[in-house]
């Protein structure tokens, strides 16, 4: 079994002391004991007590910036969908109807998981999750700390344009995200999408309200209306524009409904993504400005949507990369 726990007396009529160990497996018999898993992997975490007879196990999950809330239930096995990263602290607690308690020494679980920065190109990576990613003023968000490793950071130029941080589990599937409104948006100046190699975006959003406005752009002000790329929301839709082609068609989104979106280019191509679903091939060209990138730009006005990862590449990713991000984010964030 891995990860022996070590029980503390706390009842249970005075004979040995009650303990409790945690396994965690990689399929529902328990057979196969693990201590990596996948991102979106399920596994299976079984308790063994000793001392009590436990009527009731307390499930515990937690990656040191974000929890799963207690699980409980009569049997000691839990089936569990890995949606935390990096390292997982497992424990739980066991309870009788005398009193008795036995507790678990954490289980210590590695995710292995899709690094934005492990690919190359990289020159963005906002990782939501954790809680290193936001630089705060009270309640609102003063800076999106870039984790790329270029310090490309997203800071607000002025106190009145931070948007509303939103803590574990207010945010978009119960994680951190950030909240934005007409005024606020974050912006990384001279930083500028590759024209050559080409370049690929993904972010996360939810939007709260039917408006128009810029999600992500890349131009020479917030206001630009010569972007070289925006990724607009239209009312209930969402579209690109390029100086060189205009605006996309507009595909429907949903109020309060989590998503993927995927801006892939090349010189000549643009392809743009749905929650994996491809909605547009286009025709496009390197005109427009690309000055800086903006997060929430003031073009056409500017929504009011909910942003969680954000991943901008200055290269065109492999295929096998695009699945492998993709699947990352839509698991992590709950979207379908």
Request: glycine share 12%; proline share 4%.
């Amino acid at each position: 079994m891995i990860g022996v726990g070590c029980g503390s007396p706390s009842g249970g009529g005075g004979g040995a002391t009650p303990t409790l160990s945690v396994g965690v497996f990689s399929d529902a018999g328990h057979t196969t004991p693990v201590t990596t898993a996948s991102f979106g992997d399920s596994i299976y975490i079984k308790a063994t007590v000793a001392g009590i007879t436990a009527t009731t196990y307390y499930l515990y999950i937690d990656n040191g910036n974000n929890s799963i809330l207690p699980v409980t239930n009569g049997t000691g096995e839990f089936t569990y969908n890995v949606n935390l990263s990096v390292t997982l602290s497992i424990a739980m607690i066991a309870t009788d109807a005398a009193n008795g308690v036995a507790d678990s020494e954490p289980f210590a679980l590695t995710v292995i998981g899709v690094y934005p920065p492990d690919i190359s190109g990289n020159v963005l990576w906002v990782d939501a999750e954790r809680a290193s990613t936001y630089s705060l003023n009270g309640a609102l968000v003063a800076q999106l700390n870039d984790l790329s490793g270029l310090s490309n950071h997203l800071p607000a130029p002025t106190v009145g344009n931070q948007p509303t941080y939103l803590d574990f589990p207010s945010g978009i599937n119960s994680l951190r995200s950030t909240q934005f409104a007409s005024g606020k948006f974050l912006n990384k100046l001279g930083l500028s999408l590759d024209i050559v190699t080409g370049n690929s975006i993904f972010i996360v959003a939810n939007f709260t309200t039917s408006t128009t406005g810029g999600l992500i752009s890349n131009g020479n002000s917030t206001t630009d209306g010569t972007s070289y790329l925006n990724l607009q929301q239209n009312g209930l839709g969402i579209r690109t524009f390029n100086q060189s082609v205009g605006l996309s068609s507009t595909h429907t989104i949903a109020l309060n409904t989590n998503y993927l979106f995927e801006v892939h280019r090349t010189p000549t191509t643009e392809r743009f993504f749905i929650n994996g679903v491809l909605k547009h091939s286009i025709t496009i060209s390197t005109s427009g400005g690309r000055d800086n990138l903006y997060l929430n730009s003031a073009y056409n006005a500017q929504p009011s949507p909910l942003t969680g990862d954000i991943a901008v590449f200055n290269t065109v990713i492999s295929g096998t990369e695009e699945t492998d991000l993709r699947s990352y984010l839509m698991t992590k964030w709950n979207i379908v």
